[in-house]
C-alpha cells in the first residue's frame, strides 16, 4: 500500500515567500480599470519586451488614444506604429509583432475582442492565445490573470523565472513553458487571480533589487532562507 507523499514543500516556500515580500514591500493594489481590459493587457504584453512597465503603460494609452479604436492599430502602417513605440526598447520588433497579433484577432474574431475567453477554461483559452504571432506563455498568462478575467495564471517574466530557479522550485535550466508547468501545481490552493498577480509584481521586485541576473546580492536577499542558490553562494564565502 503506497502512503500519501503529504503537500508538496515548494508550496509552503511560495507562502513564506510571500509573506516575507509584503513585509519588505508592502502590498501592491492592482491596476486601475481601464488598464486591466484584456485586450488592453494583451497590447501592453506584446510591445513591453524589456521595457519598463510605466514606459509600456504610457505607449499603450498612448496608441488607443492616437487611433481610436484596436482595429484602427491592427490597419496603421508598419512604419508609423514603430514611430509611435519609439519609447519601447524594441520598437520595430514590437510594432511587427502588435499589428500581427491585433490583424490576426479581427481574422479571427472579427474585431479586436477577447470577450470569448470569459467562457473558457484558462489553459485552453491560453492556448487560444498562443496561436496568435508573438504571443507566448508569458502574455498569454498575463492576458488571463492580469485583466478582470482574473484567473489564476502565474506570470513568469525573466527575474520571476530566474528566482524561482535559484531557489529550487523549478528546474535550472526551465524556460517560460517549462517553468510555468512546474509552478503551477504546487501555488498555494487559497491565492485567487488577484494574489497571484501581487505575487508577480513582488517577485519583479526581488528580482530588480537583489537577485539580479549578475552578481547577485544573496547575502542581504530576504529570501535568503529558502534559496537553494543563495544559500550555497553565502556557505562557500
Not at 485583466?147 to 530557479?165: F, K, N, Y
Request: net charge neutral; charged share 25%.
Amino acid at each position: 500500500m503506497q502512503l500519501p507523499l503529504g503537500p508538496d514543500p515548494r508550496t509552503e516556500a511560495l507562502r513564506r515567500l510571500q509573506d516575507l515580500l509584503v513585509q519588505r514591500f508592502g502590498r501592491i493594489e492592482r491596476a486601475a480599470a481601464e488598464w486591466r481590459r484584456p485586450e488592453w493587457v494583451l497590447v501592453q504584453g506584446v510591445i513591453g519586451a524589456r521595457t519598463k512597465s510605466e514606459v509600456s503603460n504610457a505607449a499603450t494609452d498612448r496608441l488607443l488614444k492616437r487611433y481610436g479604436s484596436w482595429e484602427a492599430v491592427a490597419e496603421a502602417p508598419l512604419e508609423q506604429l514603430q514611430a509611435e513605440l519609439s519609447t519601447q526598447t524594441y520598437p520595430n520588433i514590437a510594432a511587427e509583432r502588435l499589428k500581427g497579433s491585433l490583424s490576426a484577432l479581427v481574422e479571427l474574431r472579427g474585431s479586436v475582442d477577447l470577450s470569448h475567453l470569459a467562457g473558457m477554461e484558462t489553459l485552453p483559452a491560453m492556448r487560444w492565445l498562443e496561436q496568435l504571432p508573438g504571443i507566448g506563455r508569458k502574455i498569454a498568462a498575463g492576458v488571463m490573470n492580469a485583466s478582470t478575467l482574473d484567473r489564476r495564471a502565474i506570470v513568469l517574466d525573466g527575474h520571476h523565472t530566474r528566482i524561482l530557479q535559484r531557489m529550487g522550485l523549478v528546474p535550472p535550466k526551465a524556460n517560460t513553458d517549462r517553468a510555468f508547468e512546474a509552478i503551477m501545481p504546487v501555488m498555494p490552493e487559497e491565492w485567487d487571480g488577484g494574489d497571484f498577480d501581487e505575487h508577480h509584481l513582488l517577485m519583479k521586485k526581488l528580482g530588480q533589487i537583489w537577485c539580479r541576473p549578475a552578481a547577485p546580492e544573496c547575502a542581504d536577499c530576504l529570501a535568503l532562507s529558502l534559496c537553494k542558490t543563495g544559500a550555497e553562494r553565502v556557505g562557500n564565502r
